[in-house]
DNA sequence: ACCTGAACACCGTTCAAGT
DNA sequence: ACCTGAACACCGTTCAAGT
């Protein structure tokens, strides 16, 4: 309204920025470039200076999103770093929580069907990053002597698979989340665990 | 339902039938109405006659989408009848493999923001019936004193979790579905009852 | 070099009008 | 009663033209 002017050289992280803020509070169904370029004010066709397409908008958006899924695993996974047991329960728990408080996000990492044509090798590096911590996680358990199973990989999977699905139930409102407080989701994440570990 | 012949007999049906296949090879992303018109012979229009929106029309094909799931877990559900453990497990293979074969169905039912929108009332019985499914096998599991674990909300949401995750893990294709074979499947649907179970 | 405006091909949805 | 065609408001994307 009040911007007539040029814009310089920020237009790419502007589109970037609102663009996260729009997707993640709405959801890639309600998402358009044209409601991105109206909000800072710019014509439709001036994205297309910046992004091959709308995916390539997304995919950018996506980038900055797996780094923050990263940092809030990363977190317990340090802090628990001499307790295998805690650290690979409260790995459960800060990616359900992220889930819960990321819906839109959580979609476009792991639900949606863009995806597929995401450049995996632009994100991988990260995404490896984020399953090493569990793999690590799992590793230090099995080493601990805590566990009745020694396979890495089954036990990796099994454990993601847990907190997964458990997200997206939570997430599609299959199970209510109001009732999903803070100690259910200690319960079922100690529960899922509790299988293979000595008591 | 019944249908005078007006110009194809049964525009109704044909545009659940028809629509249910485009949705389920092409997915919910390049779904649009005006396709199915157009592969019908029917003008744009047309399926306003009959649908309030595109969305009422997506519910019709999921309720029928959602029979097709209830009757893949009822198959081993009672193949396996008197078998609790292997039937708890029989469940599991099945709910796995129907998302594996049925990806885009799959979506539309547990994965997208459309859900939310459906009128649950018209689902919830078939959808409560599969549920119930998974809770009675895991309350003879429990009766069988076969289980270390007694709570049957729990373990029933535990499992359900593990296979919706593992299913959704799959269907992204964060995990290859090439090395997901049939064995693979076994194995892990076993691992995850096993800390559960009195060996 | 960066952006605009018109243009094109697609959507969902509504409605007066035709059969 | 069922369907059509025009119309409207939205999309994504391209491109010649403006600054």
Redesign the pocket.
Known sequence: MEN?T???????NELIEVGAKLLIEQGLE?????????EI????????????????LIVEISNKGIEEFYNALAKPFYEYKNQPKLQLIELGKAYIKFAIDNPYLMKILFFSDLKKKIDISKISDINDDSYSLLVDSVKNCIASGETTVKDVQALSLLTWSFVHGLSALMMEEVINIGEISDEVIDKMVKLSTLGYFKS
């Open positions: 007539k040029y814009h310089h050289g920020d237009l790419r309600v998402f358009s470039l044209r409601k991105v370029a109206k004010g710019v014509s439709h066709a001036a994205p297309y200076r910046h992004f091959k397409d709308k995916e390539d």
